[in-house]
């Protein structure tokens, strides 16, 4: 069997949505107007599910950032809790943002009504962070992994997905079968990826990646950085931006990105995507990483930011990650409760058993050779 694993046929609107079950709880032993919903720790401390939806309500807003709708569908998440929910208008903030954008939103806008309410974070930008986050346990804690979340609920990890090159097929004559082949005369000015990694988890995560297939290690990634000094000197590496407009157009050849992306960008978005696009898992070890949600402590819409983490915790939400080929951390829950979409699970494949995953004691000596390597390497 090859080892080269390649994505094909997820569609982004595929099966139905599984209903939300198991998050309408209800106690009437506290109002909205009883609760300070700036400390809640859980829907039930502050009421119940009721309590929390008219509470949310009252309040009428929520605000998000650094989510492109193609991002793990995160387009068909946000229209999914403003239909659920109608009342509540989302605001979504610079969406081709990265995690320490998100960051710096939350600090510079503190105490403002524009500020976020919620947070989508990479690990090593979230673990800085800790300090910017309150805790929250949704309805269904149970249903997420003990070691995908805080034990106090300062954040959950929510979806994951794969390392990936995606490329231009009719600008690329062979499929490319791991990050070295990139190095090729082929891909003179082509290869790009998601962002300046000592900001964006996703370009890190390249990096880590880079690290795996050049005898580097989840514990060093300096070879990593190594590799990205070779395609740059190359001439290979194209510093731009990648969004679906730009694959769309052709302007960004190769991308190197989460799976779910890559395939948000090809064919399944249709008229908007490019139909020429594919992605490869590359040969060896696979690269995952869980991204995570949580709630900024200052958050100018309180309860409808935990009104916000229990939809995404809900098995709607978490299927439609799937649907968009990203695995959600209540997956093995959903299975067991048959509440998973059987059609998204099977097109989506399954993490492969080598799938490696950094540790937080990683990600963070990670942090370090990239903000001691990376703009000197790079020259930039």
Not at 18 to 29: H, Q, R
Not at 108 to 123: E, F, H, I, W, Y
Not at 353 to 368: F, G, H, I, R
């Amino acid at each position: 069997m090859q080892h080269t694993r390649t994505l094909v046929g997820i569609a982004l609107a595929a099966a139905a949505v599984v209903t939300l079950a198991g998050c309408s709880a209800t106690s009437s032993a506290a109002t909205s107007s009883d609760t300070d919903w700036k400390t809640a720790t859980s829907a039930q401390a502050g009421g119940g599910m009721d309590a929390l939806v008219q509470a949310a309500k009252a309040e009428g807003k929520l605000n998000v950032i650094a989510l492109p709708p193609t991002w793990a569908n995160y387009g068909k998440i946000i229209a999914g809790f403003e239909k659920k929910y109608p009342g509540i208008t989302i605001t979504s903030a610079n969406p081709n943002g990265s995690s320490a954008d998100e960051v710096a939103a939350v600090k510079s806008q503190k105490g403002q009504s524009t500020a976020p309410d919620v947070l989508d974070l990479g690990n090593a930008v979230m673990q800085q962070n800790l300090g910017l986050l309150t805790d929250y346990k949704v309805a269904n804690w149970s249903d997420i992994p003990e070691d995908l979340k805080d034990a106090d609920g300062k954040w959950t990890r929510d979806y994951t997905g794969l390392m990936s090159i995606g490329y231009d097929s009719s600008k690329i004559t062979k499929a490319p079968k791991d990050l070295n082949d990139l190095l090729g005369s082929e891909y003179k000015g082509k290869v790009s990826i998601a962002g300046d990694p000592t900001q964006a988890n996703q370009a890190a995560s390249a990096v880590y990646l880079a690290a795996l297939e050049n005898g580097g290690s989840a514990d060093d990634i300096t070879k990593g950085v190594d590799y990205f000094g070779k395609l740059k000197q190359a001439g290979n590496f194209q510093n731009v931006l990648p969004t679906q407009a730009t694959v769309a157009s052709g302007e960004t050849p190769v991308v190197v990105q989460w799976s779910y992306n890559n395939l948000a960008w090809g064919p399944a978005a249709g008229a908007s995507g490019n139909k020429n696009w594919k992605t490869v898992i590359p040969e060896g070890k696979a690269l995952g990483s869980y991204y995570s949600q949580a709630i900024n402590k200052d958050a100018p819409h309180p309860a409808a930011a935990r009104l916000w983490q229990e939809y995404i915790a809900s098995p709607e939400a978490q299927n439609l990650y799937l649907q968009a080929g990203a695995f959600p951390s209540t997956l093995a829950a959903m299975e067991q409760s048959g509440k998973v979409d059987a059609d998204a699970l099977k097109a989506a494949g399954g993490m492969p058993k080598d799938t490696v995953e950094l540790t937080d004691a990683q990600v963070t000596e990670a942090a370090k050779v990239l903000a001691a390597k990376w703009s000197t390497t790079m020259g930039s």
